[in-house]
């Protein structure tokens, strides 16, 4: 079938339906795509909070230098600036939404304390912000009547005379696949956890947006700045929140000792995370860890406290780790959580990287996780991600359905769909290989959680580089047992690790182009941070040879870059 | 460990015959049945179709019936279903049609929720900041929010089994949820739009909900909230209220229950009571009439019954 919108989105997470909203209260017909159901998207996971100077002592200038100091000077000082004059009413508007915040004894917003940040500026639900944020989200895109298209899987971009102009879709229920028409596409299908093993992320993170953009020619930018989170369990790579350590729980070694203070004698476990991982990674390395692991300990605030705002941390240790953290410490590590990186999207999320003829994917937004708009630089802070989502989410869905309403829809129909078709079912007509989905999926998460973790140097990232190349080589030949047209989710999982494997090129490459420590790029044969050439942006561009990687100025309003502690 | 796992198969494509499938896979010791289902369907047969996503309990993707019970697959630990490894049966959810394997399809589930208008409706001007309410409100709201949309509730519900028109306890807990929030403007609407057929009054409090939900939330509990809000608010011509108010009336008189006096009491109109002719005959025919029939006599010692109701009305009121 054809379908047809002014404004199509792709992903339902927090991100996809705020833009979504925005769309349509500027009145455009905008309808959202999504391969899983809207309250089943990964922006469930972030517990934390969401940050914003609300408070009568805070500041957005402080809000931005904070953010700008966490990005290790990589974040994009324009956006930065945005993100944090927006945040304040953003917030005011969740809570009009419907958001269940918690409250101070006066029945006002609640902040809690998080990482890399000088004033108490998270606000929060529990331990289930993200959760409760997303509800709200898709309670409020029932209340606007926004056509959401649940189970539909993108399979490619519709470029047409220099422009996108909407996508092509398997619909998961029946196997059958759709042309949609848009005069704009904001993609927010979140990050690429999958292509490390272990991970936080959800199973439904495997690059697909980033993979559809680059595709089309748009550039893939600072990728080689991913997250490792300093709290994640050993067990299955599940997250506890930073919002314990917020809350005032400690780090402490096989001796006993909160080795916080030997590398952030101010800020202690509440330093930034690249920082706080990379000292974890330290002590483990040094023989002061246990078993891999360093220990979380809770037991100091008190089961109260453990049980009315950590209660979802407290079930996850007691279900994948046999500890109560009420009374025993939790073994710890740190784990790959987000990527900074991401498709290079303006503060309107519009994917452009210069001013010329050229320098852009007309009718082509990014936002969230998948975008790289750069607010988190080198190293984003806690609590800034949800905050992402809203200030982008509304802004691009503003710029998209001013766009669209100026644009044609290109003439395509049907027949479209046509070279999707064929490619999935040469897929399926594959005979039987040796080598299956899930094997090679396995193999790129142990090399990328291998060489492109905590510390990296050349000859890991060169490994990196060749095993990945390898295993698109062999991505070649997989064939699949499952023939169906019905729910097939081998099909899907195949689709998921083609894109995830030339996010992951992408990712090593650009690692091994950047020669400088920065945020949470630390080489071990660059161990410095290097200003004078490295204070750029790395962008990566499709070629046939694989990425071609190029530079970007960053760009810097107020803050210079300055020797970065905590 | 060893996990023995035995799946509830369908496949539309193919000869469309439910049947089971067995399979043994290795697994670590804290593994999930999750794990085994997902170790299955990558390394052992990918025709399994299973819906999962974040592992954590969190994105209620992964609700199935195991040994015969709802649950999410994500963190029900093998150790717990098969103590002594022994074979575990995983099914797709009750109430909803099977789409294939394990994936059902979600639209009755969805729809139930849209039912209830799930947002929030202020009325009046907004603050320019936010709303000023008390924490204990929030906090209180909270314990329904953590509930995340999964469907195990629905699965299992035995209501639903019966009367696939019933709201049901996702919806209703959810329904709950704006209620009571004090930045609502439209309690009384929402409590008369969940007074009505098919919704909170017809709820048999069989706990299903309550055992079954992964995240603690118990949406009976919050059900029954919403019959004493609904009261509170006047809404007191329900065949449900008429029927809880009978029953507590002829235990407190009694010391026990009237059966045939609740069965009238609990309809309204006259019309609707002369319907309750045939169910009787039929009773009487199939030898479930109460002994007493019509003649209920108080208990034995019904007196002190009688008191704690008034001691607790006195509590009350």
Partial sequence: MVFEHDVLIIGAGLAGLRAGIEAKRKGVDVAILTKVYPVRSHTNAAQGGINASLDEGDSWESHAYDTVKGSDYLGDQDAIEILAQEAPSDIIELEHMGVIFNRDEEGRLGTRAFGGASHART???????????????????LKYKIPTYNEFFATSLIYEDGAVKGCVAIEMRT???????AKAVIIASGGVGRAFEPSTNALICTGDGMALAYRVGAPLMDMEMVQYHPTTLPSNGALLTEGARGEGAYLVNSNGDRFMSTYAPNMLELASRDVVSRSEQTEINAGRGIDGCVMLDCRHLGADLIHSKLRQIWELARDFSGVDLVTEPCPVR?????IMGGIKANFNGQVKWGESAG???????AIGETSCISIHGGNRLGANSLLELVVFGRRSGLHAAEYAMTQKHANVGESRAEIDRKKITALLERPQASDMVGKLRMELGDTM??????FRDEAGLKTAVAKVKELKQRYQGIGLQNKGKVFNTNLLSALELENMLDVAEVITESALYRKESRGAQFRTDYPERNDAEWLKHTLAFQTDSGPRLDALEVTITKWQPQKRTY | MEAKVRVARYDPDGNRDHHFDEYTVQLAENAMVLDALIDIRENVDETLSVRCSCRSAI????????????TLVCNTPMSRVAPNGEQITVEPMGNMPVLKDLVVDLEVFWNKVKAITPWIQPEGPKPEREYIVADEHMQNLINTVQCILCGACVSDCTVLEVDPSFMGPAALAKAYRFAADPRDGHKQERLELYSQASGMWDCTHCFQCVEVCPKGVAPMDWILELRREAEAAGLKDHNGVRHSESLAHSVKESGWLDEAKLAMDSYGKFSDKLKLVPVGVRTILKGKMPKTGPFHHKRPGAEHVTRIFEELEGKHS
């Fill in chain 2, 59 to 70: 994105c209620g993707s992964c609700a199935m019936r195991v040994n015969g019970k709802a």
């Fill in chain 1, 175 to 181: 196997g059958e696949l759709h042309v949609f028409k």
């Fill in chain 1, 449 to 454: 959680n291998q060489h492109v973790a905590v």
């Fill in chain 1, 334 to 338: 740190p784990g790959m959580h987000y």
């Fill in chain 1, 359 to 365: 320098q852009s994917v007309p009718g082509l937004y």
């Fill in chain 1, 123 to 141: 606000y929060f639900v529990a331990d289930i912000t993200g959760q409760a944020l997303l509800h709200v989200g898709y309670e409020q895109s």
